[in-house]
């Protein structure tokens, strides 16, 4: 299993919307710069968010993305299902039919599912039930105040 890499930025993305609501749409520049993201990928992302209800677009010279609810109603599990669906991370090769146990593939599948794969679901499934409890609200915290402040003086700054 990989997370996807745009899961991971857009969660910080989504902070730093959360942190710096109060400043207006924040430019898709200002998050590139911010994350050192490039805006190509950036803008392919957020179209993945916005899509999901999760951020809004605003266009035009004050335009920029926000969140579309609340942060306390964003979870990193809706960040998840919004870049990379809910389609299982973890792909079963089948590898207990390869190999010397190929002649006998039938067989094995006929006792029934790999007890690797039956596993990694059911861990993937935990793993995305906890990710359903982490907001975004709760993870701005993590930024503190002086993170906060630079994040909200930067979007100020390429706003003018």
Same mark, same amino acid.
């Given at each position: 299993?990989?997370?996807?890499?745009?899961?991971?930025?857009?969660?910080?993305?989504?902070?730093? *919307?959360?942190?710096?609501?109060?400043? !207006?749409?924040?430019?898709?520049?200002?998050?590139?710069?911010?994350?050192?993201?490039?805006?190509?990928?950036?803008?392919? &992302?957020? &179209?993945?968010?916005?899509? &999901?209800?999760?951020?809004?677009?605003?266009?035009? &010279?004050?335009?920029?993305?926000? *969140?579309?609810?609340?942060? #306390?109603?964003?979870?990193?599990?809706?960040?998840?299902?919004?870049?990379?669906?809910? %389609?299982?991370?973890?792909?079963?090769?089948?590898?207990?039919?390869?190999? #010397?146990?190929?002649?006998?593939?039938?067989?094995?599948? @006929?006792?029934?599912?790999?007890? #690797?794969?039956? %596993?990694?679901?059911?861990?993937?499934?935990?793993?995305?039930?906890?990710? !359903?409890?982490?907001?975004?609200?709760?993870?701005?915290?993590?930024? !503190?105040?002086?993170? @906060?402040?630079?994040?909200?003086?930067?979007?100020?700054?390429?706003?003018?």
């Amino acid at each position: 299993m990989k997370l996807p890499r745009g899961a991971e930025w857009m969660a910080h993305c989504l902070v730093a *919307l959360a942190v710096c609501d109060d400043v !207006g749409p924040v430019p898709r520049r200002a998050l590139s710069e911010m994350f050192d993201i490039s805006e190509e990928y950036l803008t392919k &992302q957020l &179209q993945l968010l916005v899509k &999901q209800g999760v951020v809004a677009s605003a266009a035009g &010279q004050r335009g920029g993305y926000r *969140l579309s609810k609340s942060a #306390i109603d964003i979870t990193l599990l809706d960040v998840l299902n919004a870049i990379q669906g809910d %389609a299982p991370l973890f792909n079963c090769e089948n590898v207990r039919c390869r190999g #010397i146990f190929e002649p006998e593939a039938e067989k094995i599948k @006929a006792r029934g599912k790999c007890g #690797i794969r039956k %596993a990694m679901l059911n861990a993937e499934k935990e793993w995305r039930e906890s990710l !359903g409890h982490v907001t975004i609200d709760s993870l701005t915290e993590s930024v !503190g105040d002086d993170g @906060a402040k630079t994040m909200r003086d930067f979007v100020v700054s390429v706003r003018q």
